[in-house]
């Protein structure tokens, strides 16, 4: 039974949305700033991602990386986790659970916070 | 002798209340197939909604057009910080909204593609959220979320309901915090959902969904923020 390789649908969607709101930079300045930062004076978890977005988005991939790293190394990632599905979805294969490992799971979470330390300490 | 249009209309409403209030009590029945669940969703949700953003559309042109016609409002020029007199020419010259009734037909592909966006959406976050907390120990996997959240989806919607009350005049204002504290306790009562069908405990469900608040928050936003933008500039 051949099953919907809906990661590969997904990344291809969002793909497509970032590629669109490439065309959009020239009017970033027209977007409000990070309401966190302002009150608070420290970077948000997502400062940043709408700027790299739109790099992305316009192509320009040492940009994106300045000013959002995960955003980057997700894209550049993109195409193995688009072929991955693909061929699990050629043979029919289920998605396989989320791995139950404390391990990992402390990872993610330190992962997230990584991401917004990096942010906050470069004051993005 | 058939049911009494009132009753066949306020029974399954009054279920749905009944459920919102005693949430404890509302997932301890075998879950239902995938299908039957989202069938129920869906034929309680979309009418709510359609008429929910019937209704928020409706608003949103006519507000458009008085913006056209009117000056701006001084929050709106000090948010821009743009000349008085070139935001108002360039308000002016922003082309008429289109009437109601061309859009609505719109709407009805629109609402149903939403809420069914919607659903594999709070689907997908809540399942990455429940793994964050570890939650899916009990091995059901996604399918189990995507029943849990029809099955939430379709009494939350009751929300949608009561989220007109927003709309009326005068009295409608007044409601916005009443309305934004119940808008919370709706996003939360996803997680006595999960609990019930992954097995993992009401605290982790609820802990889901705050992980997908969280994650919506620091990691979707941006893109939230560039549509809006695309909204803004487009034509």
Redesign the interface.
């Known amino acids: 039974m051949r099953r919907v390789p809906w990661i590969a649908l997904v990344a291809l969607a969002l793909g497509l ?1 970032v590629r ?2 490439g065309f ?1 930079a020239p ?2 300045g ?3 700033g990070c309401a966190f930062k302002r009150v608070t004076g420290v970077a ?3 400062c940043g ?2 700027r ?3 790099a992305l988005g316009q192509g320009q991939w040492g940009a994106a990386l300045h000013w ?1 790293p995960a955003l980057a190394i997700l894209a550049a990632a993109a195409p193995v986790a688009i072929l991955w599905d693909l061929r699990r979805a050629w043979r029919g294969d289920p ?1 396989p ?2 791995p ?1 490992s ?1 391990g990992l ?1 402390v990872g ?2 330190l992962l ?1 916070a990584g991401i ?1 330390a990096l942010q906050a300490a470069r004051g993005i | 002798m058939g049911v009494p249009f009132t009753e066949a209309i306020g029974g399954p409403f009054r279920t749905l209340f009944r459920a919102l209030v005693r949430p404890s009590e509302a997932f301890t029945d075998p879950p239902p197939t995938l299908g039957r669940a989202l069938a129920r969703m869906l034929a309680v949700w979309v009418p709510l909604s359609l008429a929910n953003t019937g209704l928020t559309v409706w608003r949103a042109l006519e507000s458009y057009d008085q913006l056209r016609r009117s000056a701006p409002p001084t929050w709106l020029e000090q ?1 821009l910080g743009a000349d008085p007199d070139v935001l108002r020419e360039l308000l002016r010259s922003l082309p008429p909204s289109p009437a109601f009734g061309h859009v609505w037909p719109w709407l009805l592909l629109v609402v149903p593609l939403g809420v069914l966006g919607t659903w594999i959406h709070d689907a997908v976050w809540d ?2 959220g429940l ?2 907390v ?1 939650g ?2 009990a ?1 059901r ?2 399918r189990a979320t995507l029943v849990a959240e029809a099955e939430a989806l379709r009494i939350t919607a009751l929300g949608t309901l009561i989220g007109l009350l927003g709309f009326l005049p005068v009295f409608g204002p007044l409601l916005f915090l009443p309305l934004l504290a119940l808008d919370g306790y709706l996003w939360l009562f996803r997680g006595f959902a999960l609990g019930a069908r992954h097995g993992c405990g009401v605290w982790r469900g609820m802990a889901a969904t705050v992980v997908h608040a969280a ?1 919506l ?3 979707a ?3 939230a ?3 809006l ?2 909204l ?2 487009g034509p």
Do not use: S
């Open positions: 949305t669109l709101a959009l009017w970033a027209l977007l409000p948000c978890a997502t991602l709408t790299g977005t739109l959002y998605y659970p989320l139950d404390r799971r993610a979470w997230l917004w | 948010a399942h990455a793994w964050l570890g899916l120990k091995k996997g996604f994650l928050g620091t990691c936003l941006g893109l923020v560039v549509l933008a695309m803004r500039v």
